[in-house]
């Protein structure tokens, strides 16, 4: 038996104007950034589209992977999940502003140590969150780790490495890491 | 003197580590052109049916909205099935976007709205209103069993199941044991982190360049320049970074399309990204049902071995995968029948991922394995070893190399398997039902012809470079570390550069024949490097090297220098110097050595042992400890090789325990199309992953003796991680993921 019938998706009538935009300042790195903006740009796409800071990487969209991590007055956040107009005053830090290739951040140059990365997708998203992780003071053993970096996916499954390269971090600057 | 620019072999850290760890390597969606313009997808929400109407009007007065693009109003474009094709389309008729109003699947990309932003884009799309008229589909593979069909056609690289040998109904009915059970997984998706995106920059003269998401920038050059009819000049891609691809990029994926399209009908730069959801709509491991029979002597030999895999396929193309082929070759059985049928669904068509077939197959062939063993009161490994295949009998030609009993005994050792109870939940720990489990596969070893370009400039830099990829396989780092050896330069003097149709081409990256085919090319082209500087050399002035031939030098430490009196040497940055040239240029291609290698069969193989916790009363599963022991010629870098394994290792628990695209076939569609409910492991799931290489020997396969690792360590996971959970806890599970609800 064949059956058919019409569907329609999408919205009827006259759709309603988009939001205008503004100028928002956000203070990026240490820097105060003042960005066009609409009141719904996250604060992701404001790092990726508008202050060309392509490091916050997006794996989703939807606050499911942390590839998105940043750090807002030290704390970890999706940045895919907040908008950016409700970042001014904030201090917003990326993985541009915790190294350069230069001058690495100590988790940068662990991940690179560990290979804790294949594609890298994740990774600032992942570096993000360990630095938050640290801030939070919460990491004192290997599964505290494990369980604390799970918000973070990484497809190519680099997570031995990411243990690693954080808990030699959180070693160095605290006490050792109970197994 | 120690020679320090031996590199190969060495655990060397990634070159593009601190690109990658400050953010600063651009993937396709990151290359911020000026006068960029976005493009979105609107997906289908029907599974088949037709279009009636799209309303572009309303969407259009949009402010900031630039164009609605369907079928309705897209430029006449290439006519021919042929046009559409890429490397690895299978047989049939490749799907083009926006080509007429058929929908074929659901999340059938429909319509691309393009807008100033990406905020109206979005927004545009979201409200973009579609008729359609819906006609009943079929998604669900259970009711097409009896409908298989073999596959005609196939795509490249698949091989046809060899015809039966010996008596294998016969000889299984005689078998002093027996068994057949049926195996069964969901569909897959790659689900790389980075969606698929192409950033095309559209040029004053009408020259575009694709920043596209692709393993293999020539596939996706060649399929744009003949839809669109670009010369090659005119149409450059460039992949210098991407996030992740196990298959999924290699064919030309539809966003290239729309984003090529939507620039050269706007004259104007235009960036299109899939959302989370869109990156189920185009490609997954199919649904595969698979048959396994066997049947072993008295002396735990193999009597007879029969494999079947039924799996679905789109209505427009026949996707094949080498699923069953592989239990043909694995172990010794003279009596062996195998089979492989398709069954064409109302889905897009599957793409080959990580380790097509062979994950599939390795399944069902290594369950039964240790079901067999089981049966037969044999040790899974002692079953393995007892039926070791000297020669390949699917192809009755010698192994090039095999060292896949090391890989048992090794493993074994380092797993601690000795110690194993062979009965099921004899072992415990505390209220866990403690169970291990082991299996195996293998993989082939391929070289393709793969060309590649040196320029060595005076102040002693190399620069090497081809047009192949690095999905997040180490190639950038492992072709650096080659061409730092064969030219005795120090690696932070060596630069690869790769994904850009600018350079000479190399194959799609996939099959893990990247570091086997490009690593030859580059070994070649430095050799030729190596010969014109040679010559340079012998011009200097009072040149020790003066009466040398090529092969009586070696390069080593920055030096040219004779073989039997290294004191007889001269440095290669003062050979360009005294030459007065510039730069020395070299270009040079590698083909496999075809009579050498059609004599043998070339695979790499593993073995993988795997601890499970079970909790008792909740049926929770850990991956507690996993052993995986690989032969795969020789390891160019011990880091990113190992990190390739454990990967795959995590591939493995994903695709035992959790894994899985499930599909409402009320809808025809994809339910969990996301990160939340598309599950895959998270740190948390992994604990002690070992890995262990048995280094080969071999030099049929390639000059470098590699085979490749991207694939083989994913093998014999998902079926050790299920044998170990029947140890645990008694339950075969045979359809995977394994689940709780399976377990209770």
């Known amino acids: 038996m064949s059956t058919s019938s019409t569907t329609k998706r999408g919205v009827m009538g006259a759709p309603a104007a988009p939001p205008p935009t503004s100028t928002v300042t956000l203070n990026i790195n240490g820097v105060d950034t003042r960005l066009q903006l609409a009141p719904w740009t996250s604060l992701l796409d404001a790092l990726r589209e508008y202050a060309d800071l392509t490091g916050t990487k997006k794996g989703c969209d939807h606050g499911q992977c942390g590839a998105c991590t940043v750090l807002v007055n030290g704390k970890r956040v999706n940045s895919c999940l907040t908008l950016a107009v409700m970042q001014e005053g904030n201090e917003i830090t990326t993985i541009e502003g915790l190294g350069t290739q230069e001058k690495l951040h100590p988790l940068q140059q662990a991940f690179i140590d560990h290979d804790a990365f294949q594609c890298g997708y994740c990774t600032p998203g992942q570096i993000c969150s360990a630095v938050g992780l640290i801030n939070e003071g919460k990491a004192h053993t290997e599964d505290e780790i494990r369980e604390l970096m799970s918000g973070n996916l990484c497809r190519c499954g680099a997570y031995v490495g990411i243990l690693n390269a954080v808990k030699e971090v959180v070693d160095s600057r605290s006490n050792e890491v109970k197994r | 003197m120690s020679q320090y620019t031996n590199y190969i072999g060495k655990p060397t850290n990634r070159v593009d580590g601190p690109a990658k760890v400050t953010g600063a390597a651009k993937y396709a969606a990151e290359f911020n052109v000026p006068n960029l313009a976005y493009g979105v997808v609107v997906s289908s929400p029907i599974a088949k049916g037709k279009i009636i109407k799209v309303y572009s009007k309303p969407v259009l007065k949009i402010p900031g909205v630039l164009a609605v693009f369907s079928h309705e109003n897209v430029p006449n474009l290439a006519w021919f099935d042929r046009n559409y094709k890429d490397d690895v389309a299978p047989g049939g008729s490749p799907f083009r976007p926006l080509h007429d109003n058929e929908v074929k699947f659901s999340q ?228 062996v029948k195998l089979g492989y049928q398709l069954a064409e669904l109302d889905v897009y068509t599957p793409l080959d991922m990580r380790a097509p077939g062979a994950a599939t197959g390795s399944i069902a062939l290594e369950i ?168 340079q050399a012998q011009k200097m002035k009072g040149s020790p090297l003066k009466k040398a031939k090529f092969d009586d030098v070696e390069f080593v430490n920055g030096q040219i220098r004779l073989r039997l009196d290294p004191d007889q040497a001269v440095v290669i940055r003062d050979v360009l110097q005294a030459s007065g040239k510039e730069k020395l240029e070299a270009e040079t291609s590698a083909t496999p050595n075809m009579l050498k290698q059609m004599q043998h069969s ?113 093998l014999g996971v998902a079926a050790a991680i299920a044998n170990a959970v029947f140890h645990a806890t008694g339950k075969r599970v045979r359809t995977l993921p394994v689940m709780i609800d399976k377990l209770l």
């Open chain 2, 108 to 335: 059938q990309p429909i319509a691309l709205v393009v807008a100033d932003t990406f905020e109206v884009a979005r927004y545009a799309a979201s409200i973009l209103e579609i008729e359609y008229e819906e006609e009943d589909h079929e998604t669900d593979i259970e009711l097409k069993r009896t409908e298989g069909f073999m596959p005609g056609r196939g795509k490249s690289g698949w091989m046809p199941p060899p015809p039966p040998r010996g008596k294998p109904d016969k000889e299984w009915k005689k078998a002093a044991h027996r068994i057949e059970h049926e195996y069964i997984h969901g569909a897959q998706h790659h689900n790389p982190m980075e969606m698929f995106a192409t950033t095309t920059e559209y040029h004053p003269d009408g020259s575009i360049t694709a920043y596209d998401k692709t393993q293999g920038v020539y596939n996706a050059q060649q399929y744009i320049s003949k839809i669109f009819g670009l010369s090659k000049k005119q149409a450059r891609v460039v992949t210098e970074y991407m996030g992740g691809g196990f298959g999924s990029g290699l064919r030309p994926q539809y966003q290239l399309f729309m984003s090529v399209m939507a620039a050269l009908e706007l004259k104007r730069s235009v960036r299109v990204t899939l959302t989370r959801q869109q990156m189920f709509s185009f490609g997954h491991r199919p649904y595969t049902l698979q048959y396994v029979k066997l049947g072993t002597n008295p002396d735990g030999t193999l009597a007879a071995l029969q494999h079947h895999a039924l799996h679905e396929t789109s209505r427009f193309e026949e996707y094949t995968e080498n699923v069953v082929n592989w239990s043909g070759m694995l172990y010794q059985c003279d009596n």
């Open chain 2, 368 to 535: 039964a394995m240790d079901e067999m063993a089981f049966e037969a009161g044999l040790d899974p490994v002692d079953f393995r070893i007892r039926n070791y295949a000297e020669t390949d009998q699917n192809m009755k030609k010698p192994f090039s190399s095999k060292r896949l009993r090391d890989c048992y005994h090794q493993g074994a050792a380092k797993f601690g398997w000795e110690k194993r109870n062979p009965r099921p939940r004899s072992m415990r720990d505390g209220n866990m039902l403690v169970g291990w489990g082991m299996a195996g596969g293998v993989w082939d070893a391929t070289q393709k012809k793969s060309a590649a370009k040196a320029t060595l400039t005076a102040d002693g830099r190399l620069e090497v470079s081809s047009a192949t990829s690095d999905i997040g396989t180490g190639t950038y780092t492992i072709m650096t570390q080659i061409a730092a050896q064969y030219l005795g330069l120090p690696i932070e003097a060596v630069t690869f550069k790769l994904g850009d149709t600018d350079l000479p081409e190399a194959p799609l990256e996939g099959g893990s024949w990247t570091a086997a085919s490009v690593g030859t090319a580059v070994k070649n082209v430095c050799e030729e490097m190596g010969k014109k500087l040679l010559k």
């Open chain 2, 602 to 714: 070339m695979h790499s193989h593993n073995a993988v042992f795997a601890e499970v916790k079970v909790d008792e009363d909740l049926g929770t599963v850990h991956v507690t400890r996993v052993v995986n022991a690989v032969a795969a010629g020789r390891i160019l870098n011990l880091k990113t090789a190992r990190s390739q394994v454990l990967g795959s290792i995590v591939w493995g628990i994903s695709m035992a325990l959790m894994e899985e695209t499930i599909m409402d076939h009320k809808f025809g569609r994809y339910m969990n199309h996301n990160y939340a409910e598309y599950h895959i492991p998270v740190n948390a799931d992994v604990r002690d992953l070992q890995v262990l290489f048995v280094e080969e020997e071999d030099e049929v396969v390639n000059p470098l003796g590699v085979k490749g690792i991207g694939e083989i360590g994913l």
